[in-house]
């Protein structure tokens, strides 16, 4: 009586790399995907932050004829933007105005506010991802994260849009 041999059924080596290599690809697309949704969050967090602060400060503006002092601000002349940050200006808006100001942006850089001198203009500012405030903005849509979001009286002056990088 002869031995009858059953064939294996398993996976060879090759079909498992081929499966992991797959896989791999699958994951490297996923995570850049992620990682660009995560920074687009954070814009419009930020931009969302700024719209709050731009309402209180109008409000504030409206019961007293004028926007909080701050330094920094020679829009659209000068192009010096804001340099202090809003923190300095939080105490005046809070609890009246705005509950609990947003202080800092999508990636934890605080905003910058600026008004002119006369307090009849204002400036908020995010530096961006990378947290560095531009020496020159662009003025308009940005498509890269590190540009900054930019407020001017009541509207973005420069803000993302489309396809970031």
Do not use: C, H
């Not at 910058?112 to 204002?122: F, H, I, K, P, V």
Request: charged share 15%.
């Amino acid at each position: 009586m002869r031995a009858r041999r059953t064939a294996s059924r398993g996976f060879t080596l090759i079909e498992l790399l081929i499966v992991v290599a797959i896989i791999g690809i699958i994951v490297a697309i996923a995570v850049v995907n992620m990682i660009n949704a995560i920074q687009r969050a954070k814009q419009k967090r930020s931009m969302a932050d700024i719209k709050s602060l731009s309402s209180a400060l109008e409000a504030y503006a409206v019961d007293l004829n004028s926007y909080p002092a701050a330094a920094g601000y020679s829009l659209p002349s000068g192009l010096s933007l804001p340099t202090a940050t809003f923190g300095a200006v939080a105490g005046e808006l809070s609890p009246t105005y705005i509950r609990m100001a947003p202080l800092q942006d999508g990636w934890n850089s605080w905003y910058l506010y600026g008004a002119s001198t006369s307090r009849a203009d204002y400036a908020v500012r995010s530096s961006g991802a990378d947290g560095l405030p531009q020496a020159t903005p662009l003025f308009g849509p940005t498509t890269d994260f590190t540009a900054d979001i930019i407020l001017v009286d009541g509207a973005f002056v420069q803000f993302p849009e489309g396809a970031q990088r």
